[in-house]
């Protein structure tokens, strides 16, 4: 089925004088207008679209790409303001964004930029945009590791730093002490995290110290594995001692490099003891 708000690859049906009709599964037929139809096109052919509504809110595809899609944050600029519905929001297509003032954190003018949230509004069923970014945010347990890379997106300046989005889904900290210069809301950075606290919130930082130190270190646990066949017998309840005798490192950046094995699904925990996760291994163990 065809997604509203997003990149979908469609079947041409049909071509008439407005265009190209596309199979949209359970939304129906949806129109390509003929200006966008790509060259060379025919029936049965498969299109890349953007699934949105017109200016009569009809559903309409284009081969557009605009500046967010459902499901995503990004900075906008205000392309003009209602007195009575809301902000209009460049994103790309001829029908701007709207950002209604019941989703607004403040008074918003023609050319403001403002970081937002697209969704589907329950009520509408149109695309719509939020500034109130906290109730479109994971709020769950995260497995980020020290270290690891991260994609940010500035939302807000505090006394105490940055506010940035983490890889489209959680909320993190960047400290004024680890900025070199200003940085700009709605700014995308490449970050890396500097620890997860007890409480949940995530401490970033801009410099990849921490995972300089756990990617050799998880090269060096997966060459102690091949040499095992397979098979090693420390794990994140190894005492620190053995670790360090073995690998030459504390036990809490052993189990950092654990976990970034086990993320990536390199390796699984046999308690006691890790197994590699591979092919030849995974026959061995079915014999």
């Known amino acids: 089925m065809a997604s509203i708000g997003r990149r979908n690859t469609l079947t041409l049906l049909r071509i008439a004088a407005p265009g190209a ?8 037929e949806i129109l390509l207008p003929g200006r966008e139809i790509p060259h060379d096109t025919r029936t049965g052919d498969s299109v890349d679209v953007f699934i949105h509504h017109d200016s009569e809110d009809r559903l309409i595809a284009t081969t557009k790409v605009p500046a967010v899609g459902v499901g995503e944050f990004a900075c ?3 392309a003009s303001v209602h007195p009575r519905i809301g902000a209009f929001l460049e994103w790309g297509l001829p029908k701007d964004l709207l950002l209604p003032f019941r989703e607004q954190v403040g008074p918003l003018r023609e050319g403001d930029r403002v970081v937002v949230h697209v969704h589907i509004d329950e009520r509408t069923g149109r695309i719509t945009a939020s500034a109130k970014l906290d109730g479109f945010l994971d709020v769950q347990e995260t497995d980020y590791l020290t270290g690891e890379p991260v994609d940010l997106l500035i939302t807000d300046r505090t006394p105490l730093g940055y506010k940035a989005i983490i890889d489209n889904a959680h909320r993190g900290l960047i400290y004024h002490t680890s900025v070199v210069g200003p940085m700009e809301i709605g700014q995308r950075v490449k970050g890396y995290i500097r620890e997860v606290r007890p409480d949940g919130k995530i401490d970033l930082t801009l410099h990849e110290a921490g995972y300089q130190r756990v990617a050799p270190l998880t090269g060096k646990i997966l060459a102690a594995l091949e040499a095992g066949g397979g098979k090693l017998a420390f794990d994140d309840d190894s005492p620190p001692e053995a670790i360090r005798a073995v690998f030459g490192v504390s036990k809490k950046a052993f189990k950092q490099a654990l976990g970034a094995l086990l993320k990536h699904r390199q390796i699984h925990f046999t308690h006691p003891g890790v197994e ?3 092919p030849s291994v995974r026959a061995r163990r079915g014999q």
């Not at 009709?21 to 129906?28: R, W």
Request: hydrophobic share 35%; no cysteine.
């Open 21 to 28: 009709y596309l199979d949209g599964g359970e939304l129906g």
């Open 76 to 78: 906008l600029r205000v």
């Open 276 to 278: 590699l996760n591979s």
